[in-house]
T-cell receptor, first 116, second 113 residues
Framework: GAVVSQHPSWVICKSGTSVKIECRSL??????MFWYRQFPKQSLMLMAT?????????EQGVEKDKFLINHASLTLSTLTVTSAHPEDSSFYIC????????????FGPGTRLTVT | GNSVTQMEGPVTLSEEAFLTINCTYT??????LFWYVQYPGEGLQLLLK?????DKGSNKGFEATYRKETTSFHLEKGSVQVSDSAVYFC????????????FGKGTKLTVNP
């Protein structure tokens, strides 16, 4: 089946620094990638949708200048959390979709971000 | 707005027990409904889906029926196995396919031998 990886699986950073999370589709071309955020015991919340070569579309309430998304190739999307603060600590999950007809989203295992 | 409510866990069962995880939704229009499963250390995987009222999704012994009259999509399995231990997420999409997924909070299932 389709495999999506994320790197790193967990990261700790200091307040005020930036951190980049990578999402890769390993065996298919992902024309669309999605970024979700999950707080403990909460739902996954869609943050943004990115299409390869285009600017990301952010959900209401998500700061696009804080959460920079780049989808530069058909197998890689990155999420950069800029000037991180403790309230940004969360579990970030990406998913990828190809336009092969089924439109199913394939999810990565997630990245745990802790900002100290 | 659109939302999904699923029963809170954790749920602990013995092997071969019957499983029900309740899921109800609120949505405009006619959503597609999904169940995703997340095994330890892995990403979410689509378990089953239904795209219109009275459809039944099924996979790996799990079933769920799209009930428009009760706005529900309860997950059931007649005889669970230890390998079914995972977190289960109910979700909906109002844009067809699987875009703009709205998730429930997830229910952790542990099956003991």
């Amino acid at each position: 089946g389709a495999v999506v990886s994320q790197h790193p699986s967990w990261v700790i950073c200091k307040s005020g620094t930036s951190v980049k999370i990578e999402c890769r589709s390993l065996d298919f071309q992902a024309t669309t990638m999605f970024w979700y955020r999950q707080f403990p015991k909460q739902s996954l919340m869609l943050m943004a949708t990115s299409n390869e070569g285009s600017k990301a579309t952010y959900e209401q309430g998500v700061e696009k200048d804080k959460f920079l998304i780049n989808h530069a190739s058909l197998t890689l999307s990155t999420l950069t959390v800029t000037s991180a603060h403790p309230e940004d600590s969360s579990f970030y999950i990406c998913s990828a979709r190809s336009d092969g007809g089924r439109y199913e989203q394939y999810f990565g295992p997630g990245t745990r971000l802790t900002v100290t | 707005g659109n939302s999904v409510t699923q029963m809170e866990g954790p749920v602990t069962l013995s092997e071969e027990a019957f499983l029900t995880i309740n899921c109800t939704y609120t949505a405009t229009g006619y959503p597609s409904l999904f169940w995703y499963v997340q095994y330890p250390g892995e990403g979410l995987q689509l378990l089953l889906k239904a795209t219109k009222a009275d459809d039944k999704g099924s996979n790996k012994g799990f079933e769920a029926t799209y009930r428009k009259e009760t706005t529900s999509f309860h997950l059931e399995k007649g005889s669970v196995q230890v390998s079914d231990s995972a977190v289960y997420f109910c979700a909906l999409s109002t844009q067809g396919g699987s875009e703009k997924l709205v998730f429930g909070k997830g229910t952790k299932l542990t099956v003991n031998p």
